[in-house]
């Protein structure tokens, strides 16, 4: 049986691999993943591979042997014109694809903040969003050192779960926001949750990206679901935090 050659395993690794991403990510979670994030991502692979096969002077030898072969051996001068010819051609074919406009809608064009649903289940319970109310929004008032300690508490969880996409200054800049499609929301902008009620940002927060509805798709969101990561009352709290950052007001269905 024969050996199937280094070059042609480090390009079949390489391949099966970007196919196990784009099933996983495209077919199995159906989430999105951003072109430059998994360019990112191949890169490193594919310079982790080489590196693998090049870690002796045989592996690098006999990785680059077919390619001795093709440019040295003057029994292969039709193939190697043709190498020679379609590499550059596929190169730019490549590049002049990734800088193609997109056919799709500009994200300032849609709408930043969906309909919710009248009604939804988080954390196995069943609310009525339009009574739904901060159950720590009294304290403000009534309690306002009980209520600085909340919002401390909700800083902690944001620094420690939320930043990295939207920020530590809550701009939508965090480390993470480049490689997102679209970017994360600037909670500083009077756009966004200046515009929302708390039962709002109680929704999007517990159900995440998945919990968006169907109507006026496609939604894009990379926002994990939270109910399975943070308590319900993490999630108060850190909405008091986002409030209180920025200066804004939570609004009221009366407004």
């Given amino acids: 049986m024969n050996k199937i050659p280094k070059l042609l395993q480090l390009i079949l690794v390489v391949g099966g691999i970007y196919c196990a991403f784009v099933l996983v990510f495209d077919v199995i979670l159906q989430q999105v993943i951003p072109n430059s994030l998994l360019n990112m991502y191949m890169f490193f692979i594919a310079a982790g591979v080489l590196a693998v096969y090049t870690f ?18 003057p029994d292969k001068v039709r193939t190697r014109n043709i190498v020679f010819v379609l590499t550059p ?5 490549y590049i002049y694809s990734q800088l193609l406009p997109s056919i799709e809608a500009p994200v300032e064009l849609r709408s930043i903040h969906p309909a919710p649903p009248s009604s ?17 929004r009294v304290l403000e ?3 306002p050192e009980k209520f600085r300690e909340l919002v401390s508490t909700g800083a902690d969880i944001y620094i420690q779960n939320c930043h990295f996409c939207h920020g530590d200054k809550l701009d939508g800049q965090g480390p ?7 970017v994360p929301l600037n909670f500083q ?15 999007r927060i517990a159900t995440g990206g998945p919990g968006l509805p169907d109507e006026a798709a496609p939604w894009i969101s990379s926002m994990p679901i939270w109910q399975d990561f943070l308590s319900e009352d993490e999630i108060w709290q850190v909405i008091l935090y986002l409030y209180d950052y920025t200066g804004r007001r939570p609004r009221s ?3």
Avoid at 89 to 93: E, I, M, P
């Fill in 176 to 182: 993470y926001a480049a490689g997102l499609n679209p």
């Fill in 253 to 255: 269905w009366e407004e």
């Fill in 120 to 136: 939804v289940k988080i954390y196995g319970k069943r609310y009525d969003l339009k009574t739904l109310e901060n159950p720590y």
């Fill in 141 to 143: 008032t009534e309690d």
């Fill in 189 to 203: 902008d009077v756009g966004t949750i200046a515009q929302l009620q708390e039962s709002f940002l109680f929704w």
């Fill in 56 to 73: 002796t002077e045989e592996g690098t030898e006999e990785l680059l042997a077919p390619i001795k072969a093709l440019v040295e051996n």
């Fill in 89 to 93: 051609l596929v190169v730019a074919a």
